[in-house]
Nanobody
Framework: QVQLVESGGGLVQPGGSLRLSCEAS????????MGWYRRGPGKQRELVAT???????NCADSVKGRFTISRDNAKNTVYLQMNSLTPEDTAVYYC???????????????WGQGTQVTVSS
């Protein structure tokens, strides 16, 4: 069984920063892409950023220049550094990972439970 656990969310003032972490644990053979999504109040879930096992990244236009995704493959952990936060960044942030649980398994996507980020003065 695989678990993804996010941490680092909270309340921050506009212009502030937060760093989210997401650790994958359990029966893991190999992790490919990892990413962050968010769902704001009354909005649909949207992609924030992704990172491949080789370190190639992709970010939504709305967060380019402010958010940075990174990962530590040895720790099965993906990070999201969020700077210059605005109230529009308020959302539940979810991490996901594409994982092989064994050499012979199919690649499956797993999700974390989400962490709340609130940007408000």
């Amino acid at each position: 069984q695989v678990q993804l656990v996010e941490s680092g969310g909270g309340l921050v003032q506009p212009g502030g920063s937060l760093r989210l972490s997401c650790e994958a644990s359990g029966s893991i053979f190999r992790i490919y892409a990892m990413g962050w999504y968010r769902r704001g109040p009354g909005k649909q879930r949207e992609l924030v950023a992704t990172i491949t096992s080789g370190g190639s990244t992709n970010c939504a236009d709305s967060v380019k220049g402010r958010f940075t995704i990174s990962r530590d493959n040895a720790k099965n952990t993906v990070y999201l550094q969020m700077n210059s936060l605005t109230p529009e960044d308020t959302a539940v942030y979810y991490c996901d990972a594409d994982i092989y649980v064994s050499r012979y398994s199919v690649l499956s996507r797993y999700w974390g439970q989400g962490t709340q980020v609130t940007v408000s003065s």
